[in-house]
């Protein structure tokens, strides 16, 4: 999950146990940072890509038990983290590569380009996530890929417009051949058959990826339990936000309103209940069909 995905669900922060907090606060400052880098200020590609260098080498400095030559407070305080709460340093260096290749990649041939940028992207957070916790098994870093995963697919087609503004796409262009989209489509916002038939195929594939790993809320522990079932319907909601609006997500972003999180609360506070009682798990796709 990138930053800006935090924004979009708030109500994740606001469930987090409170001992999570301070350092979830410190993996959202190195993923906060990793992302001006990137997309921030005036600086060059070629500075871009210098100063992600030094933030690999700062990295390699917590590895190493040194200071670090870059971002010194910032790595004193990852370095402390990743003591206190064993957390691998693996995910942050794929942090590092996603945002390295967002700087010069602009277009994604097909769906695997893609995915393979959300899993350095979007999934390490929900490893990390899952270290906090000490619940990374193999089950569920899958159900978290998928959940992260469907979460930045989410966010693409919810910025489309301000991402073309950035000369990026992030809609497979496999895709946008099948339903003949083509990139000036986008440029003139135009919603026609053709960009419904495509936004249809790429809310479909979200929706399927995030409910796949939604049974994740459904073990792991306490609040992060609770906080997982939000973000679950929360991406869901967002989903149906898209629909709704008959998939222009040109004229203004798709936001969630004050009812539509009154219903995502409903269907936390549901699948959470079912959880708490042993009743089997609501069915989340007739929910959000």
């Known amino acids: ?170 809609l497979p262009q496999a895709d946008r051949e099948r339903t003949k989209v083509s990139e000036a489509q986008i440029a003139a916002g135009k919603v026609d058959g053709a960009w419904r038939a495509l936004m249809q195929h790429e809310v479909a594939q979200a929706r399927a990826l995030m409910v796949s790993g939604a049974p994740l809320a459904l073990r792991v522990p306490g609040r992060f339990g609770l906080e997982l079932c939000s973000v679950v319907h929360g991406g869901l909601r967002m989903l149906e936000v898209i629909e709704r609006a008959d998939y222009d997500v040109f004229r203004a972003r798709p936001r969630l309103g004050a009812a539509d999180w009154a219903v995502v609360l409903m269907r936390t506070a549901a699948m959470w209940l079912s959880r708490r009682v042993g009743a089997r798990m609501p069915s989340i796709e007739s929910n959000n069909a």
């Open 1 to 170: 999950m990138e930053p800006d995905q935090y924004d979009d669900f708030p109500v994740a922060r606001i469930l987090l146990p409170k001992a999570l907090r301070a350092p979830v606060g410190v993996i959202y400052h190195v993923a906060r940072t990793l992302d001006d880098i990137a997309d921030e200020g005036d600086w060059s590609a070629e500075e871009r890509h210098l100063r992600l260098a030094d933030f690999r080498a700062g990295l390699d400095a917590v590895a190493q038990g040194r200071l670090a030559p870059v971002h010194p407070a910032l790595f004193a305080k990852l370095a402390k983290v990743m003591v206190q709460c064993r957390l691998p340093l693996q995910p942050f260096y794929d942090l590092v590569s996603a945002f390295d290749q967002d700087i010069d990649t602009t277009r994604y041939a097909d769906r695997f380009e893609l995915l393979d940028f959300c899993r350095r992207s979007a999934n390490p957070i929900g490893h990390l996530m899952l270290h906090l916790i000490d619940e990374a098994t193999p089950e569920n870093l899958a159900d978290s890929d998928a959940i992260c995963t469907a979460l930045q697919l989410i966010t693409f087609l919810q910025d489309v417009p301000a991402d073309w503004k950035r000369g990026r796409i992030y």
